[in-house]
């Protein structure tokens, strides 16, 4: 272990660069602009920790290899096991999904329970952290002949300038990130940007439930139903005694208001009695808060001509998703194990950081974002309302082919098992192709043409067969 690294934002991002970063650095010094606080439920630098945070499948595994503690101390403090199909009730477009066991379960609780408590178990497990709060990064510093940044630049809240030295700097600053900015005035290009915006607006408050109310579901996911319902809405469970927190969202500038009734009627517009009926009974126990920042937006890092030997940069100030899909944290687990992985095999020869470094680590990560990307973005470019370019062929046929293998949720076990563990990133796209979900989509396809019977039964031979070669082994 070598010298010190640097960790600009002590958000999530940065909390789990900072672990894999311990075991390779003598010193990480994790600089956070805010004031942490056990008892507040958000700070400035965090603004959307007051709605909904779905941790995935994949995320909460990769989050108990790091802290292998993390899940019993947040059950600890009241956080939830979520089976995936078993404790969710999904609303899709076509109806409610089915349920079932999928052995397949995730963490729930709030976003600030569960940043509160990686950053415990990582200030007990890794003394070689530091976090220095109330320190705003202002800029960076490069060395006058070379290609390495020599350290940070930082204002303090009480004003005073000091000078963060690294080998390794890592940008984790979030949404906000200012990085580009700073790049530029060291004498970097722009980094190119891609933004896709689906004026996704939330609005979320926190309920107790009533004792009584027998409910058969731990958590209540309504989907949009384009092109006639763009609203949304999510009931999910957290700490406390019987605390939910109700997130509607909207799409296309449908927002949701933030007073009582307005609430209300957005819940009802909803179309499933449920979710109107949960507010109605239950007890509010927060305002209602309102986010409207919520685009997809990533940095093209990957695509530029130069870039430092020794900064990196993940999380959300590389690639921010809209948030419908839950991916942000789980995203941000998978480039911080892939960090680790990164500076195992490539970081040093002799003491001197391998040229190139950095840039194929932002290579690595895009390859990492680009299908969550194209998961997110599917939804925003189901609306009309939504600004960006448009997705190539291929890609708007693929993604509304996970669309439909999505709605088959009511009727098919195996349809919806592949798409969840999909989007829980537990297993690739591919899943999505297993020959009885094609044939099943192919019937229903068929079925609404002419020559209906014939169609049908060539529909019912193909799947014989199928399932014939299936049980052989022949495929899959
Ligand atoms: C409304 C909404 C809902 C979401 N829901 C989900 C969800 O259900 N599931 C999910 O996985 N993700 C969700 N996300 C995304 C999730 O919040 C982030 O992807 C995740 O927290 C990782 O963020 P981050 O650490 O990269 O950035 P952030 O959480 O934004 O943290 C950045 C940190 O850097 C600090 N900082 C910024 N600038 C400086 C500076 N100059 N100097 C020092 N410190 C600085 C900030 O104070 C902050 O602490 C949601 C996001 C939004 C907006």
């Excluded at 009730?89 to 079932?100: D, E, I, N, S």
């Excluded at 579901?217 to 999510?234: E, G, Q």
């Excluded at 909207?250 to 009627?265: A, L, V």
């Excluded at 870039?307 to 944290?329: E, K, M, R, T």
Aim: glycine share 6%; charged share 20%.
């Amino acid at each position: 272990m070598q010298g010190k690294a640097v960790v600009i934002g002590g958000g999530i991002a940065g909390l789990l660069s900072a672990r894999v970063l311990s075991s390779h650095f003598e010193q990480i010094m994790v600089l956070e602009k805010d004031a942490y606080s056990e008892k507040a439920v958000t700070r400035n630098g965090i603004p959307q920790s007051h709605h909904i945070h779905i941790l995935l499948m994949k995320g909460r595994q990769i989050l108990t290899d790091l802290f292998p503690n993390l899940e019993s101390v947040l059950i600890s403090k009241g956080a939830h096991r979520v089976d995936l199909l078993a404790d969710v009730k999904y609303h899709l477009a076509t109806g409610f999904a089915l349920r079932l066991k999928s052995g397949m379960y995730t963490i729930a609780c709030t976003r600030h329970l569960l940043e509160n408590t990686i950053r415990d178990e990582l200030l007990t497990h890794c003394h070689n952290v530091k976090i220095k709060e109330n320190t705003m990064a202002t800029s960076l510093a490069k060395s006058t002949n070379g290609n390495e940044i020599l350290g940070v630049n930082t204002i303090s809240n009480n004003s005073l300038s000091s000078f963060y030295e690294g080998r390794l700097i890592v940008d984790a600053t979030g949404r906000r990130s200012e990085t580009a900015k700073w790049l530029e005035k060291i004498g970097f290009e722009r980094p190119p940007q891609l933004k896709i915006n689906s004026w996704i607006g939330y609005a979320t408050q926190k309920y107790k439930l009533p004792d009584n109310l027998n409910l058969d579901w731990k958590s209540l996911i309504v989907m949009t139903k384009p092109p006639t319902n763009p609203r949304m809405a999510v009931i999910y469970p957290v700490e406390g005694d019987n605390v939910v927190m109700v997130g509607l969202l909207g799409i296309g500038k449908t927002y949701s208001p933030t007073d009582k009734d307005g609430f209300m009627e957005f819940a009802k517009q909803i179309g499933v009695d449920e979710v109107k009926g949960i507010i109605e009974k239950s007890k509010p126990i927060s305002p209602i808060f309102g986010y409207r920042e919520t685009g997809s937006r990533q940095y093209l890092f990957e695509n530029m001509k130069k870039w430092p030997d020794n900064l990196v940069a993940l999380g959300d100030s590389v690639c921010a998703f809209n948030p419908l899909y839950g991916q942000g944290i789980t995203v941000t687990a998978i480039c911080a194990k892939t960090l680790g992985n990164h500076l195992e095999n490539d970081w040093q020869t002799n003491y001197h950081i391998k040229k190139g470094f950095s840039q194929s680590f932002q290579k690595k990560i895009a390859k990492v974002n680009s299908f969550p990307w194209l998961l997110g973005t599917s939804e925003d470019l189901r609306w009309p309302t939504s600004e960006g370019p448009r997705p190539n062929l291929l890609t708007t046929i693929m993604q509304k082919y996970a669309n439909d293998v999505m709605l088959l949720g009511p009727e098919s076990k195996l349809a919806t098992r592949s798409f969840f563990a999909m989007m829980h990133m537990l297993k690739s796209p591919l899943v999505l192709f297993h020959p009885l979900i094609m044939t099943h989509l192919l019937y229903k396809k068929l079925a609404k043409k002419k020559h209906q019977k014939i169609n049908q039964i060539i529909c019912l031979l193909f799947v014989i067969s199928v399932v014939i070669m299936i049980r052989n082994k022949h495929v899959v």
